[in-house]
T-cell receptor
């Protein structure tokens, strides 16, 4: 595709529900990143893939957060038992020896 | 000390003036420096990147890097109201691809 595609654009979850956020990177981009952006803050690193390998997951806030990229293309960020503090915009970005290109993000609201 | 520091602003400048946005970083091993623009409710978009000490110009934008002082800046000449946005400074961590973002500086250009 022409750009990084994320779905859904908006997600409202009740506290305790599980959610799954999808990212389709730019075709051919080897590296894929997930960031979390709270209101009024800069993006905070969550995790990073090179092809299907998850090279760094040091930014995942808790073991309720899990990310995968099984075939080295589409990635899914899963949050189990959502809490109110998980409310944020989740940004996916990809690159291939070039600067990061971001998707439009998924705005998650936990009520 | 945060890894990447920016003044949150708002920085208010009149139309036609030069806007100067500043950023400091703590990791001396950082090699790549980026400026992203983020409109409210949108995802970050790349404005400039710079890898070497000195200035890099692209249209109305100039990025300046001083590795000795661990300082990077963005100058916007002939500021327009459409430049009003949050400007995010991002720096790679060490030898990795991981980008660390500042909290952003909100720029307001008034007519």
């Amino acid at each position: 595709g022409a750009g990084v595609s994320q779905s859904p654009r908006y997600k409202v979850a009740k506290r305790g529900q599980d959610v799954a956020l999808r990212c389709d990177p730019i075709s051919g981009h080897v590296s894929l990143f997930w960031y979390q952006q709270a209101l009024g803050q800069g993006p905070e690193f969550l995790t990073y893939f090179q092809n299907e390998a998850q090279l760094d997951k040091s930014g995942l806030p808790s073991d309720r957060f899990f990310a995968e990229r099984p075939e080295g293309s589409v990635s899914t960020l899963k949050i189990q038992r959502t809490q109110q503090e998980d409310s944020a915009v989740y940004l996916c970005a990809s690159h291939n020896n070039s600067p990061l290109h971001f998707g439009n993000g998924t705005r998650l609201t936990v009520t | 000390q945060k890894e990447v520091e920016q003044n949150s602003g708002p920085l208010s400048v009149p139309e036609g003036a030069i806007a100067s946005l500043n950023c400091t970083y703590s990791d001396r091993g950082s090699q790549s420096f980026f400026w992203y623009r983020q409109y409210s409710g949108k995802s970050p978009e790349l404005i400039m990147f710079i890898y070497s000490n000195g200035d890099k110009e692209d249209g109305r934008f100039t990025a300046q890097l001083n590795k000795a002082s661990q300082y990077v800046s963005l100058l916007i000449r002939d500021s327009q109201p459409s430049d009003s946005a949050t400007y995010l400074c991002a720096v790679n961590r060490g030898n990795t691809d991981k980008l660390i973002f500042g909290t952003g500086t909100r720029l307001q250009v008034f007519p």
